[in-house]
């Protein structure tokens, strides 16, 4: 019995190590995807902030027509 015992080990052995670097693997690309998700958000958080500092530069106020913000486009250029 231990005979048998030590005579499968290694392939015990490595059957576990195998799974383990399975589970690794899958734990390190939940991350890498948990990372991509959270890039994504801030992504798109930036791009909001910038939407937004756009509108105050441009003065837009809720229900500017978009005439009268073309009128400040070239207003603004006309200063410069």
Known sequence: MLENALDSFPETLHAAVSSWEIRLGACSYKKKNGRR?????REKEEKAKEREREREREGKEEGEGRKDKIKRRKER????
Do not use: A, F, L
């Open 37 to 41: 998700r959270e890039d994504g958000e």
């Open 77 to 80: 250029k006309e200063e410069k």
